[in-house]
């Protein structure tokens, strides 16, 4: 279970932005190089995106960082890769994934930059974004690919461009069946989904009616595009019982090593294996339960 209500866009080539993002309170802040930035700004947006990292000591980052790259089929996501990862970064969005073997070259050039700058080996996470047919149909090979994968992103609008379809505002008939089988993979191989945004800024009333069937579809969170719709997304997916039950079973298990300072490696909690991750999970649960 993890606490990935919200995930907002930062667009990596306005420096105003990335400075506003300092004080956003988003359960994920993800610097984007892909859709915001244009191809001839391209190598500006990495290094703004670079430099903002660096500074992560200054920004709200009480939770999670990422930066979006260009897809794999973009042929540049090395290159994004190669200027961003850094210690302070805690993983890496990939969009419009199609299937699973395309984020094997994408794992070995993190490996590598892993290693050769000193970050843990296997601290950056990867969210592949399912923005496309194929990739709607791949989801569960996706979702399952590797340990770095930690949930899926639903990218409605691409998928929509993709299957030759128009956006209306009515019951999402379009794109219900995609909606809907996203987060049954993500959950099938053990991760989580994260939602599409909610492209009207100013309708906080709709966002809150789209958030809320969003989690009725188990979906965990929400990709949003402005910080006005982090709080109203938070309101929706509060932890819901079964999430606070098995944190505070969590925290009861592990709690009393872990404050201690006491490496106890993992426990078994109702037949399943628990540890430090998963007691780091529980506390942000409980802790946005106490907010």
């Known amino acids: 279970m993890s606490t990935f209500r919200s995930l907002i866009f930062v667009p990596g ?27 001839q700004e391209k190598l500006t947006a990495r290094i703004m995106v670079a430099d903002a990292l660096k ?25 994004d890769l190669i200027s961003t990862i850094q210690k302070g970064l805690d993983g890496i969005v990939v969009p419009k994934v199609n299937e699973a073997n395309e984020l094997v070259g994408l794992i070995e050039i993190i490996t590598q930059l892993e290693q050769e700058r ?11 974004s399912i923005e496309t047919a194929k990739g709607v149909v791949n989801a569960y090979s996706i979702a399952g690919a590797d340990s770095r994968v930690n949930a899926l992103i ?16 009515d019951d999402g008939t379009e794109y219900t069946y995609a909606r809907m089988k996203i987060p049954v993979d993500a959950r099938a191989a053990g991760i989580v989904a994260i939602d599409a945004i909610w492209q009207k800024v ?38 819901s019982k079964i999430e606070i039950g098995w944190a505070t079973k969590v925290v009861d298990a592990l709690g009393p090593a872990m ?21 780091k999970q529980a506390k942000a649960i409980l802790d946005i339960v106490n907010q």
């Open 118 to 128: 000193g970050i843990e080996r296997g601290n950056i996470k990867l969210m592949p």
């Open 55 to 79: 500074q992560r000591a200054e920004y709200n980052f009480t939770k999670n960082v990422y930066v979006r790259i260009n897809s794999p089929e973009s042929g540049i996501s090395d290159k």
């Open 13 to 39: 080539i306005n420096a105003k932005f990335l400075d506003k993002a300092k004080r956003l309170n988003a359960d994920i802040v993800c610097f984007d190089l892909e859709d915001s930035v244009l191809p």
């Open 259 to 279: 404050e201690k300072g006491k490496g106890i490696g993992a426990v078994k909690l109702e037949g399943k294996m628990i540890d430090a991750v998963h007691y």
């Open 154 to 169: 639903f990218g409605l609008y691409d998928f929509l461009h993709d299957m030759h379809l128009d956006y209306a505002d």
């Open 202 to 239: 100013a309708d906080l009333s709709g966002l809150r009616n789209d958030s809320a069937t969003a989690k009725r579809l188990g979906y965990v969170g929400k990709s949003i595009i402005h910080p006005s719709h982090i709080e109203p997304v938070h309101d929706i997916f509060k932890p």
